[in-house]
Every structure is written in C-alpha cells, then in structure tokens.
C-alpha cells in the first residue's frame, strides 16, 4: 500500500476518514478526504461514484490498482498494483465477515436478543393503556397518561400494568401469557 501521499497523509489513513465519514454520514457515498493529494484523487472519485459500501464488499475501482501501480513503479517495486488491489479486496473480506461475526455474537450469544425482542408487544400494551386511561388506578399514576404513547415507549409500563393487575383488571394479551415479556417488562410473573 502506498505508505505517503505527497501531503504526508497516509492512504491508509484517507481510506479510514472516508469509511468513517460513510458510517457516520449515514452511507453518505461521495465524500472525498479534503486534504487528499492529485494523484490519489481518481482512485478516490472513481470509488465514490461505485460506492464505499461496494468497497468493502471488495468491489473496487480499477483505479485503486493504477494508483497503486504509479506508487510502485516511484520506487522501483517489482510489485504490482492488481496484486495490491486482489489483497485489499481479500483483506476488506475479512474485515466485514469479522464485523458479521462479531454482530453475530452480540446479538445471538448474548441477551441482547431478549431485549431486541418483544417492542411490539410493548407497543400495544402501551397503546392499550393509553386507551384504558387512568380509570380506577390511583391519581399519582395520572402524569402516565398525560403524555404521548411514544414517550411512553421509552419509559417502564410494569408501574401501570402491576397497579392494574393489583386491582383485578382483567388482561387477555401476550404479556398475560408470556412469562419473558413480563420478566423483560419488569411484570412479576403470574401464578
């Protein structure tokens, strides 16, 4: 890989702030480094006009390896730059299979799929007891129902559901059947 551009900024470093900014940007595909020299500039554009997701899927523009070529030939390298690109491609491979397993992991060997589980159930819920209203529940619960149902949504529903359910209402949903809902909801399980 091209060690320095003329600027003295890495090419690595120019494709990390590109991959960066796509990420952030969300998957905003035509930026270009400001501080990138000339000669790298094609390999650049070229990419960006093909899409930085494709990049690290490993479709790159040929410009890469002409670039890389120009590089090599500066300092009398044997090398070539097709090589460079094929081991690139093979490089982002195994970077975006290690970010694949890595989600993998955090979603399937971890809890996380318990609490990514379950928001549409909570939802209804929510709406349902927007819908009951405060009814026979004691005043200090009125603020609740003072709000919209989506800032509901971020905020626990066991307060509601248990003081109901302490007073006999009667419930025929997913979380009266469903003992992880209640035990993700915080809800005491039901006997």
Known sequence: MAARDAHGTSLAYSLIQVLR????????????????????????ASQAHLGWR???????SIEWSRVQAMYYASIGSQRTGQQWATNLSKE???????????????????????????????????????RIGLDTLPPVYSPYFQTTPDILFKQPI??????????????????????????????????
């Open 92 to 130: 982002l491979w195994k970077l975006v299979h290690g970010m694949w397993l890595h989600r993998n992991h955090a979603l399937h060997e971890t809890p996380a799929i318990d609490f990514l589980s379950g928001s549409d159930q909570l939802r209804e819920a929510i709406l349902r007891e927007c």
């Open 21 to 44: 900014h796509w990420q952030i940007r969300t998957h905003s595909e035509d930026f270009i480094p400001p501080q990138l020299s000339p000669h790298l500039y094609p390999a650049f």
């Open 54 to 60: 494709q990049f690290l899927e490993g479709f790159l």
């Open 158 to 191: 066991q307060g509601q559901r248990s003081a109901r359910e302490a007073s006999d209402y009667s419930y025929s949903d997913d979380f009266t059947l469903d003992p992880a809902l209640r035990t993700w909801t915080g809800l005491p399980i039901l006997k």
